[in-house]
């Protein structure tokens, strides 16, 4: 068997966050958590992953936001798949006048709205973490 | 005059200050906000109807009576023009003045309390969104999550009636979330926005749509959806996903409101510049008290059915849906007998209306 595909988690609602671990964690991911950006960021510097879950309204506002465009700067992150857990998708296109719904931050990435069902869950993680596979086997 | 006026009001619970002319009269307004003013148009210096201008121009609430001469109705006209609440012309008795007043201080306790209202309400609107999903949203959207958690982690634990229990658990909450949801069109979205996407879209795909998405709800009571499409039809300029929604709404609340068994009928045909959707059942109907109300947000008829829920907004979305069309939405309905909900979709035209305002060079 290959190995777990390891996924990291970022968001402050520790409940909602078990929630998603359960369904990822069954599905034999593994799960790591962060509650805020800044465990987050340091989380990502120090440990390689597969795909980040990332929840865009955090503290006092897009904090996830900012999260995305680091990573987009940064050349080793850049590549890694972003799955977005948005709790509501007016305040997304709030956040971005003019934009469609869907804002790509990173090449990478998909939105779901909170609360995801497993099998949707399930779907976009597989899907992202075979397309960002696809890619490295092409850049080899 | 100033002091059998003041003689009149004072006493009971007014309380009663006087100015001898205008200018002295604006610094009194200004200093103590008076609830109600009476002014005399003719004054010496600054006439009542400047004085008039100046207390609307910085109190526009404040509720002005003036007092006029004998036989000056032009110049009461005047001051009613320019904001005045009403005259009292000259010589007037104790019991008229008394009158008017309580009348004055009536309407500024009303004026008053509108602007209050409206404040609230621009208030309860901007901060709707906010409080909505974080305060509700948030953890709901947390509690539904863990309990797909759960289910997934006891997948090989739960009997078949506990996996049954978590199911209705899971639909309850889904139910609250669509409901927060809705609240959150009515009060935050601008249906307007919709129009930005309009395309051109084929009604008989909107209406196969819907009814695949309330088939179900349909067959646990047993109620037929006979769909019928009288082609040709044309397309429809509009947004699929939200036309959609409305005609869901529509076969949801016949479902809702239809006996076990009975039938429903959603027609669609082509009638001059329109496409008409029709939805019709056999249900209980809706009394005629109720009608004028229906497409208002929280409205709900009186006569409700057992054990039908629902908070009002449906209809009242799908009329802003469908009024963004272009369209209208009516009823027809008697009591015990059914109700035809009917949209008019204006059809597509060929080529798009003149575009809006061009740029204006100067």
């Known amino acids: ?49 597969d795909l980040l879950l990332l929840d865009v309204m955090m503290g006092r506002g897009a904090e996830g936001i900012m999260i995305a465009r680091k990573l987009g700067k940064d050349p080793k992150l850049r590549e890694l798949p972003v799955l977005i857990i948005t709790g509501i998708r007016e305040q997304m296109a709030f956040l971005f006048p003019g934009q469609a719904v869907h804002p790509h931050f990173v090449p990478v990435d998909e939105l779901v709205e909170k609360p995801v069902a497993p099998k949707l869950l399930l779907e976009k993680v597989e899907a992202l973490l075979k397309t960002a596979e696809m890619r490295k086997a092409k850049s080899k | 005059m100033l002091d059998s006026c003041t003689q009149v009001l004072a006493g009971g619970d007014c309380q009663v200050t006087t100015a001898s002319n205008g200018a002295q009269g604006l610094k009194l307004v200004a200093e103590i906000q008076p609830d109600l003013i009476f002014l005399d148009l003719k004054m010496p210096g600054l006439s009542g109807l400047e004085v008039l201008e100046k207390i609307r121009a910085q109190h526009p609430l404040m509720v002005v009576i003036v007092i006029t001469g004998y036989a000056t109705v032009t110049s009461a006209i005047e ?5 005045a609440f009403d005259f009292l012309p000259k010589p007037f008795t104790p019991e008229e003045l008394r009158l008017i007043a309580r009348r004055g201080l009536e309407h500024g306790r009303l004026v008053q309390q509108t602007v209050a209202l409206r404040r609230e309400k621009e208030m309860l609107r901007k901060n709707f969104a906010a409080i909505v999903s ?8 947390a509690l539904q999550q863990n309990l797909y958690g759960l289910v997934a982690e006891l997948e090989d634990k739960l009997s078949k009636e506990q996996q049954e229990r978590f199911g209705r658990l899971q639909s309850r ?14 009060f935050t979205v601008d249906i307007n926005k919709l129009k930005e996407t309009f395309q051109p879209i084929s009604v008989a795909d909107v209406l196969a749509k819907a009814v695949e998405t309330v088939q179900q709800h349909a067959i ?33 609340n016949a479902v809702k409101y239809s006996f076990p068994n009975g039938s429903i009928r959603l027609r669609a045909e082509a009638q001059g510049p329109q496409v008409l959707v029709s939805v019709t059942d056999t249900g209980v109907g809706i009394a005629k008290e109720d009608l004028p109300h229906l497409f208002q947000d929280f409205a709900r008829g009186h006569s409700q059915p057992e054990g039908v829920s629902g908070c009002g907004l449906g209809l009242a979305i799908s ?26 979709l204006p059809v597509a035209q060929a080529a798009p209306e003149s575009s809006p305002t061009p740029e204006r060079k100067v």
């Open chain 1, 1 to 49: 068997m290959s190995e777990p595909k390891r996924l990291l988690m970022i968001d402050d609602d520790p409940d909602f966050v078990a929630g998603i671990k359960a369904i990822l964690v069954k599905a034999k991911y593994e799960v790591d958590v962060a509650y805020n950006p800044k465990d987050g960021f340091q989380a990502l510097k120090s440990k390689p992953y």
């Open chain 2, 173 to 186: 909450l889904e139910d609250l979330l669509k409901l927060i949801h809705s609240w959150l069109r009515v």
């Open chain 2, 134 to 141: 974080h305060e509700l949203k948030s953890p709901l959207g």
């Open chain 2, 220 to 252: 646990r009571k047993a109620i037929e959806i006979q769909s019928s499409v009288v082609e040709p039809l044309p397309r429809i300029q509009g947004d699929e996903g939200s036309l959609t929604e409305v005609v869901v709404n529509l076969l949801n």
């Open chain 2, 319 to 344: 009329r802003r849906i469908v009024e963004v069309h272009g369209g209208s939405i009516t009823v027809e309905s008697a009591p015990g007998k059914g109700s035809t909900f009917t949209i008019c």
């Open chain 2, 79 to 83: 001051a009613m023009k320019k904001g």
